[in-house]
């Protein structure tokens, strides 16, 4: 497509976004409550609701274009029976995971037994979708992975930062985007004077305690929880929620998701659109420079009630580093988009992630409450190639564990590809590819368990199973920058595609992902902003 008429697509699109807007706010208002329509052409559709999504949406109807975000999960937005939105961790019912009637918890055992049961088959929030070698941890509905995470938000060390996106300035990086990133997630540090005092951090002050100890940097991290709403939630005057255990399965008050920061904005803006229990299943190219796009309406129990083609001049994939990869995999394969190059499905990777817990000893104990939140980490990523979260488990008994997520410089890299006998889209991840995790934690937990003379969980995640190695929750890659994409994340061969999510990061961001996935999100649109409307 010429630059000629890719500017008199988007043109069209802002005409009709002028015209909705001449039609006065309740008109608008009734555009952003109403699902698409079978027919409907929009100046850009979104696929999904995260980080990048949200990012996109935002800017584009700040340039004055017309978006519509196409969500497969619920919009969150309505109580259930109990006048909570969210479901505790400790009790997990229809809420928690995406179209499965049995949990699939994280930390799947305790003291040896297994902790999970069964649910009704809903479309829940948290999706555990199993691939041969890994079971990967996305969040399900409007405001994606927000709606689930832990909330860290972490800039990587600036020394680390070419490792992360090679062909990205490190400068207009650090200088423009992670701070835009910052700011419009809302990120903040808990008070140091506060995690000194309260019961809701003995676990994390115990962290630090044998972190020190054994001589390693500790590193307090950031958040996007409101931490003057958690000191509230301490004094019993507002109800209780990281203090209650709410996280896995969605928070219901302090955590500041998606949908309270990028997405209320978007909103505001009137000319942001979202349909939720819609899920993209083709992106083809269609007459004019434009795409058709076929979605599918499904219902709570996850059988499809609709079936809508629409038109978009401009698509962005946001679907997440599994989504979009396996929607761009099975396109090109299927001959939908032809033109993608032999980069798309490539370079996954898990950010390294591993977990596991230490046993401490009795006068040790890391306290009944623990705040859902975590705020600190263990940094040895220089001289072992781990970062390890001092997390929560926040069980609301004593546990005498110390619990870590770690994220490792695993060098390991998978494919997406289709396989056309199954109908699906494998990846090719092993569940051996995790031992240089296992070795670069054991790092930093064999001379603490050395130093204080302690010993390795072995009851959390099986019978006598010491690492959480089957799993991630920052799946990245699959549509790398510069390689799938060019270097702004323009899809090669299909002018119009662009790919805006974490599936651009090759693997690995040194630290957790969301900050990093956000900021580039920032920087790629304000290019294409600026070069291709
Ligand atoms: P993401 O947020 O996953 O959004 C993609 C959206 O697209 C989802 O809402 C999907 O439902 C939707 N979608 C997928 N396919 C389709 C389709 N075909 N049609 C329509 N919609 C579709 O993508 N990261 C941190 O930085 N700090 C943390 O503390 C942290 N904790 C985490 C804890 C858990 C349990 C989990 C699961 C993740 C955690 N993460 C954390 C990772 C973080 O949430 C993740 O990297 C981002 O959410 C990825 O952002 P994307 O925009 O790539």
Known sequence: MSDNLSRRGFIAGAGSALGVAALGVRATAAQAAAPIADGAHVAALVIGTGYGGSVAALRLAQAGVDVHMIEMGMAWDTPGADGKIFCNTREPDYRSYWLRT??????????????????????????????????????????????????????????????VLPSVNADEMYNVFYPRA????????????????????????????????SGFPFVFVPDVYDWDYMKQ???????????????????????????????????????????PLHKVTSVAPAAGGRYTVVIEQINT??????????????????????????????????????????????GWGDNGNVMCGRANHMWDPTGSLQSAIPCCGIDNWSAGGAFA????????????????????????????????????????????????????????FDKINAKEGTIYRTDLFGVYKIWGDHLTYHPLGGAVLNKATDNYGRLTGH???????????????????????????????????????
């Open 389 to 444: 979260e001092v997390a929560p488990l926040p069980t609301g008994i004593e546990t005498f564990a110390s619990f870590y997520l770690s994220i490792t410089k695993n060098p390991n890299r998978a494919q997406f590809s289709w396989n056309a006998a199954a109908g699906k889209v494998d990846l090719n991840w092993q569940a051996a590819w995790k031992q240089p995790s296992i070795d670069m934690a054991k790092t930093i």
């Open 182 to 213: 910052n700011a419009g997630l809302g990120v903040a540090t808990i008070d140091p004077a506060w995690f000194e005092t309260t019961a809701a951090y003995q676990y994390a002050r115990v962290g630090r305690k044998h972190a020190q100890r």
């Open 301 to 346: 129990s996850g059988n499809t009630t609709a079936t809508k083609t629409v038109t978009a001049d401009r698509v962005f994939f946001a679907a997440g580093s599994v989504g979009t990869s396996k929607l761009l995999v099975r396109l090109k394969a299927t001959g939908a988009l032809p033109n993608l190059n032999g980069e798309v499905g490539k």
């Open 495 to 533: 002018p119009g595609l662009y790919v805006i999510d974490g599936s651009l990061i090759p693997g690995n961001t040194t630290v957790n992902p969301f900050v990093t996935i956000t900021a580039l999100a920032e920087r790629n649109i304000e290019r294409i902003i600026a070069t291709d409307l």
């Open 102 to 163: 049995r949990t699939k918890a994280p930390l799947n055992y305790f003291l040896g037994f297994p902790i999970d049961r069964d649910i009704p088959r809903h479309t829940g929030v948290l999706d555990a979708e199993e691939f041969g070698g890994i079971t990967v941890y996305q969040g399900r509905g409007v405001g994606g992975g927000s709606l689930v995470n832990g909330g860290m938000a972490v800039t990587p060390k600036r020394e680390n930062f070419a490792a």
């Open 233 to 275: 939630e301490e004094a019993g005057t507002v109800t209780k929620s990281a203090l209650a255990g709410e996280i896995l399965y969605g928070n219901n008050h302090g955590k500041k998701s998606l949908q309270k920061t990028y997405l209320a904005q978007a909103k505001a803006t009137g000319r942001v659109a979202i349909s």
